[in-house]
């Protein structure tokens, strides 16, 4: 069987970037499973497994306009220490949550500053190229429940 939409693939990879430094590695664990054309994994990579079957093994190079997207300086933003609560300890590069106007957002903190925060909303993988190193595992159908949800359920899928 061949990776398109409505299947359901299964992978192990280890993403790296440009300096060669794992960012991510499903080595050692269970291989990612992800529905097929349905916007459960970046672009690039879907594209790079789009008619593949069991067994493919490739290097894979994503741009950011095929990744997490540029970097928009407009994302970067101070807020003010009030914004955040009165007792929560607030360092670089840290992950903090805040309710943004389509919905809860997930901010890095970039620095501090005398009277707050350095936020950027930007994914922290945007701007990067990132070099995949994959091998599909398997290729099956997915379930009509599976379709009907948008992502695979069961072993390295999501569980209801």
Same mark, same amino acid.
């Given at each position: 069987?061949?990776? *398109?939409?409505?299947?359901?693939?299964?992978?192990?990879?280890?993403l790296?970037d440009?300096?060669?430094?794992?960012?991510?590695?499903?080595?050692?664990?269970?291989?990612?499973?992800?529905?097929?054309?349905?916007?459960?994994?970046?672009?690039?990579?879907?594209?790079a497994?789009?008619?593949?079957?069991a067994?493919?093994?490739?290097?894979?190079?994503?741009?950011?306009?095929?990744?997490?997207?540029?970097?928009?300086?407009?994302?970067?933003?101070?807020? %003010?220490?009030?914004?955040? %609560?009165?007792?929560m300890?607030?360092?670089?590069?840290q992950r903090?949550h805040?309710?943004? %106007?389509?919905?809860?957002?997930?901010?890095?903190?970039?620095?501090?500053t005398?009277?707050?925060?350095?936020?950027?909303?930007?994914?922290?993988?945007?701007?990067?190229?990132?070099?995949?190193?994959?091998?599909?595992?398997t290729v099956?159908? *997915?379930?009509a429940?599976?379709m009907?949800?948008?992502h695979?359920?069961?072993?390295?899928?999501?569980?209801?």
């Amino acid at each position: 069987m061949k990776a *398109a939409r409505g299947m359901v693939v299964t992978m192990h990879y280890t993403l790296t970037d440009d300096s060669g430094a794992v960012l991510d590695s499903s080595q050692g664990g269970n291989p990612l499973a992800y529905l097929h054309g349905h916007g459960n994994i970046i672009p690039g990579l879907e594209k790079a497994i789009e008619g593949v079957t069991a067994g493919f093994k490739s290097k894979v190079t994503v741009a950011p306009t095929e990744g997490y997207g540029e970097s928009d300086p407009e994302s970067v933003f101070e807020a %003010p220490r009030e914004h955040f %609560p009165p007792d929560m300890q607030i360092e670089p590069g840290q992950r903090v949550h805040a309710e943004g %106007p389509n919905g809860p957002i997930t901010l890095t903190v970039v620095e501090l500053t005398e009277t707050g925060a350095i936020l950027d909303a930007n994914h922290p993988l945007a701007g990067k190229t990132l070099h995949f190193d994959v091998e599909v595992v398997t290729v099956r159908p *997915a379930t009509a429940e599976e379709m009907t949800h948008g992502h695979v359920h069961g072993e390295g899928g999501h569980h209801h």
